[in-house]
């Protein structure tokens, strides 16, 4: 199983923009998807999880209000919907999955995509 990540891209502050994540093999209700950034320089950080089955959808406080995490069964794909850009949400976008419940920690998660680079210009 693999997870690939896309959409990153170069905006300006204030845009919008949509991560998206496909998982090669179907996940399972076990299963939690989760959101993490790494910006130069920075340990990676969390950003969103969510239940595969739906729900328990969790935020780091940085992002509240402006992204939403999703999740589309029929493609096997979880979303980031990032809204109102800051220059400081600018990093590299991981997607991971582990089994059991959305959590905030970056060990948590044994399945890794490859990230997908955002960058927010003033």
């Known amino acids: 199983v693999q997870l690939q990540a896309s959409g990153g891209g170069l905006v300006q502050a204030g845009e919008s923009l949509r991560l998206s994540c496909v998982a090669s093999?179907?996940?399972?209700?076990?299963?939690?998807l989760g959101w993490f950034r790494q910006a130069p320089g920075k340990e990676r950080e969390f950003v969103a999880a969510?239940?595969?089955?739906?729900?328990?959808?969790r935020y780091a406080d940085s992002v509240k209000g402006r992204f939403t995490i999703s999740r589309d069964t029929a493609k096997n794909t979880v979303y980031l919907q990032m809204f109102s850009l800051k220059p400081e949400d600018t990093a590299v976008y991981f997607c991971?999955?582990?089994?059991?419940?959305?959590?905030?920690?970056?060990?948590?998660?044994?399945?890794w995509g490859q990230g997908t680079l955002v960058t927010v210009s003033s």
């Open positions: 969510m239940r595969w089955s739906g729900g328990s959808e």
């Open positions: 991971a999955r582990r089994t059991g419940a959305p959590t905030f920690g970056v060990a948590d998660y044994n399945l």
């Open positions: 093999g179907r996940p399972f209700s076990s299963h939690a």
